[in-house]
């Protein structure tokens, strides 16, 4: 997938015709620019167009209400969760193996798994320059000391950072020093790269060309140490480069790492540096973001998947590979590149932690995956990674019963701002979900439930050190203001069922007048300025809503925020749903994906809530029917479901209370039946219904239910 979104070609002069293709996909491409950069010059071109890398998946399920609006914002959900599902095998070798080497064209750095702990050591490789120049880089994580050798300029340039150029985090300059002319840079080059402590050498056919003093590089992932790390190899847009005889030592001179980049370590190449195909289904953050797996966009892509596309085996590969990413004393993966191959066989490279409330999210997810397929056989495959997970955490539980991790750990969403410290109510309320969930599944995998008291007593402790009972407000850490409102967190609290008044706590998730779109922060210091506005911290609250029968203001809230991305006049239209925005209803900024997994909430929770279906059984051998009525007089929907289509239809007129409820159940299924709360059966209830619920079994036909308001 290519990482900068455009890409240079050169023609010679030439009247025969010719063709063109990019080597690298441009993933959720709207529209292609072309500049013709060579000053009187022309170029004739006869056609132009786009290639699809594959079949776009098509709904297996439908979501269709009398609100046009909602019907627009759930189709361009769906089509965002298809950009954001990765078949396996769909992605293309980035890199190409050949004779005389490896060929890396320009694209984001790609760091060695092996050594992502490295600190002291020499690195020598040899390079042949084919356009533009060569790039490399030491420490390497997701971030790290990257080095760009530039034929045009005769120079070479450090720079700290994910990449040489802006981004989230911009890079910070480092150096840049003059190529002297008795350096041929024509032919193969011998490179070595020497880290000792806070310093970094580096040599170019024997020249010493730079030296860089007093460095503190730290890893924004993983916690590794400062000044640690991998190689990695990339480069701007418009560099090409052979690689081969790669050799990393250590300050002994014991051999890390040996690699000769020649065809016979072509496997091990790719899956060395994650730049060979997937071989797994996977999801991915976003098409224009980093085109990775992450659990907290897995935890909301996942769900979106269940209610739209099917594709169980994307979640599945999602969560085989992050398991499969694990440190010996539990900590699992909870961020991955898609074409990494799974760490059972190694140790986990660092880069593969992120943030440990995603980590727990990842259980979550789990959970969801279980009852959505039925495929017990996976939770008694990663059981014992999933219980470590909870021993890991349970590892950092205070005297106050509270979950206190070390900074490295504690990123969320918003990593511009960094950690939140301390006793963070997103990790804590993340681990009494993931308790919760772990003994949801004990019967499947065969164990006795000890995680329900853990989750109760969890619960107290977050209620005692966490929760404002005077302002209502589940506060986003101990260390941050008691008034101050995340909006995730909030709501995370109320849908967990933590929230000791979540009545009133829901309350506060409801924008006021003068807010044009929600804000995910409120009257927090250091957080409340960003400016930021965020589908996936909305969803949260949007859920929250919905469970507490808020119907209304929850459409509202789903109106407000994708409505924007969904106006179709607007020059940003895109077709998906994004990843943040401004207070103006625009992109966050230029780096911000438009077609983001984490944002498609309203998929899953349109016709979650509005038609009021989810399983209770894996499976869905058995589910339930409790629609949230939200001023809609119909609304439709289908779940395909392994046993069958589930659909429900529900028709109502508020004005006069009355309205009908129709089913259709898949054979082998029960489904548990409720009219919307405040509302009864019409006609004397079936001889099975308990506390106004209809038990219906599997039938050719539908059920039709009419309902009434109580009076």
Same mark, same amino acid.
């Given at each position: 997938m290519n990482s900068y979104r455009h890409e240079t070609h050169r023609f010679e002069t030439s009247t025969l015709p010719g063709r063109v293709e990019s080597y690298f996909a441009q993933k959720a491409q709207r529209y292609q620019k072309l500049v013709l950069k060579t000053p009187h010059s022309t170029l004739n071109i006869s056609s132009i167009g786009f290639t699809h890398t594959r079949v776009p998946h098509s709904s297996q399920c439908s979501f269709k209400c009398s609100n046009e609006l909602l019907n627009q914002?759930?189709?361009?959900?769906?089509?965002?969760?298809?950009?954001?599902?990765?078949?396996?095998?769909?992605? $293309?070798?980035?890199?190409?193996v050949i004779d005389?080497?490896?060929?890396?064209?320009?694209?984001?750095?790609?760091?060695?798994?092996?050594?992502?702990?490295?600190?002291?050591?020499?690195?020598?490789?040899?390079?042949?320059?084919?356009?533009?120049?060569?790039?490399?880089?030491?420490?390497?994580?997701?971030?790290?000391?990257?080095?760009?050798?530039?034929?045009?300029?005769?120079?070479?340039?450090?720079?700290?950072?994910?990449?040489?150029?802006?981004?989230?985090?911009?890079?910070?300059?480092?150096?840049?020093?003059?190529?002297?002319?008795?350096?041929?840079?024509?032919?193969?080059?011998?490179?070595?790269?020497?880290?000792?402590?806070?310093?970094?050498?580096?040599?170019?056919?024997?020249?010493?060309?730079?030296?860089?003093?007093?460095?503190?590089?730290?890893?924004?992932?993983?916690?590794?140490?400062?000044?640690?790390?991998?190689?990695?190899?990339?480069?701007?847009?418009?560099?090409?480069?052979?690689?081969?005889?790669?050799?990393?030592?250590?300050?002994?001179?014991?051999?890390?790492?040996?690699?000769?980049?020649?065809?016979?370590?072509?496997?091990?190449?790719?899956?060395?540096?994650a730049v060979g195909t997937n071989n797994l289904a996977c999801t991915v953050d976003g098409a224009k973001r980093d085109g990775a797996l992450f659990a907290g966009d897995l935890f909301v892509i996942g769900r979106s998947i269940f209610y739209s596309t099917?594709?169980?085996?994307?979640?599945?590969? $999602?969560?085989?590979?992050?398991?499969?990413?694990?440190?010996?004393?539990?900590?699992?993966?909870?961020?991955?590149?898609?074409?990494?191959?799974?760490?059972?066989?190694?140790?986990?490279?660092?880069?593969?932690?992120?943030?440990?409330?995603?980590?727990?999210?990842?259980?979550?997810?789990?959970?969801?995956?279980?009852?959505?397929?039925?495929?017990?056989s996976l939770i008694q495959s990663i059981w014992e990674k999933l219980d470590k997970m909870i021993e890991f955490t349970e590892s950092h539980v205070d005297d106050r019963g509270l979950v206190v991790a070390p900074t490295p750990l504690l990123m969320d969403w918003f990593p511009r701002n960094g950690p939140i410290f301390g006793a963070s109510g997103k990790v804590n309320l993340a681990y009494y979900d993931a308790l919760k969930c772990m003994s949801r599944m004990c019967d499947s995998a065969g164990v006795t439930d000890r995680y329900a008291s853990r989750a109760e007593v969890l619960k107290d402790c977050i209620i005692a050190h966490l929760w404002n009972e005077e302002a209502h407000i589940m506060k986003m850490s101990d260390k941050f203001s008691p008034t101050g409102l995340c909006q995730d967190i909030q709501a995370y609290s109320i849908t967990t069922g933590v929230s000791p008044s979540p009545a009133a706590a829901a309350q506060a998730l409801i924008p006021g007048p003068d807010e044009p779109l929600p804000l995910p922060y409120k009257e927090i210091q250091g957080w409340t300025d960003k400016g930021v506005v965020s589908p996936y911290a909305t969803g949260f609250a949007v859920e929250a809503l919905f469970e507490k029968n808020r119907g209304s203001s929850a459409v509202e809230?789903?109106?407000?925020?994708?409505?924007?991305?969904?106006?179709?006049? $607007?020059?940003?239209? $895109?077709?998906?749903?994004?990843?943040?925005?401004?207070?103006?209803?625009?992109?966050?900024?230029?780096h911000t994906s438009l077609v983001h997994g984490w944002s498609t909430w309203p998929v899953y929770l349109l016709p979650r809530y509005l038609g009021?279906?989810?399983?209770?059984?894996?499976?869905?051998?058995?589910?339930?029917?409790?629609?949230?009525?939200?001023?809609?007089?119909?609304?439709?929907?289908?779940?395909?479901?392994?046993?069958?289509?589930?659909?429900?239809?529900?028709?109502?007129?508020?004005?006069?209370?009355?309205?009908?409820?129709?089913?259709?159940?898949p054979r082998g299924a029960v489904a548990e039946v409720s009219p919307p709360l405040g509302w009864i059966f019409e006609r004397e209830a079936p001889a099975d219904?308990?506390?106004?619920?209809?038990?219906?079994?599997d039938q050719t036909s539908k059920s039709q239910f009419d309902i009434r308001r109580l009076v």
């Open positions: 914002i759930w189709l361009d959900g769906v089509r965002t969760v298809d950009m954001c599902t990765v078949d396996a095998g769909e992605v $293309s070798d980035a890199w190409e005389r080497g490896t060929r890396i064209r320009g694209q984001h750095w790609a760091p060695c798994r092996h050594g992502t702990g490295w600190g002291d050591k020499t690195v020598k490789f040899e390079v042949l320059i084919e356009n533009g120049g060569a790039s490399w880089g030491v420490h390497m994580n997701a971030n790290g000391l990257i080095f760009c050798l530039d034929v045009a300029t005769r120079s070479l340039k450090a720079v700290e950072g994910f990449s040489d150029t802006g981004g989230i985090f911009p890079p910070q300059q480092r150096g840049l020093w003059p190529i002297e002319t008795s350096v041929d840079l024509t032919g193969w080059l011998r490179i070595q790269t020497v880290t000792r402590g806070f310093d970094v050498t580096v040599t170019i056919n024997d020249h010493d060309i730079a030296t860089l003093a007093d460095l503190k590089i730290r890893s924004m992932k993983g916690g590794a140490p400062n000044n640690t790390g991998s190689v990695t190899f990339g480069g701007p847009e418009n560099y090409t480069a052979i690689y081969r005889f790669l050799q990393v030592t250590d300050a002994e001179d014991l051999v890390l790492y040996q690699n000769n980049l020649l065809p016979q370590d072509k496997h091990r190449t790719l899956a060395d540096f099917g594709t169980l085996e994307a979640v599945l590969g $999602s969560i085989r590979l992050l398991t499969s990413h694990q440190v010996k004393d539990g900590y699992l993966g909870n961020l991955c590149p898609i074409q990494a191959p799974t760490s059972e066989d190694i140790e986990a490279p660092s880069y593969a932690f992120y943030s440990l409330s995603y980590a727990l999210l990842l259980i979550v997810a789990v959970k969801d995956y279980w009852l959505h397929s039925g495929d017990s809230l789903v109106e407000r925020l994708w409505g924007v991305m969904a106006d179709k006049s $607007s020059a940003n239209y $895109s077709g998906g749903h994004w990843e943040a925005l401004k207070a103006d209803g625009t992109p966050f900024s230029a009021g279906i989810e399983p209770l059984e894996p499976g869905w051998s058995r589910y339930r029917v409790r629609p949230v009525l939200a001023g809609l007089e119909d609304v439709e929907v289908e779940v395909s479901t392994p046993a069958g289509m589930a659909r429900v239809e529900l028709h109502v007129r508020e004005p006069t209370g009355t309205g009908r409820m129709t089913l259709t159940v219904s308990e506390n106004n619920t209809v038990i219906v079994l």
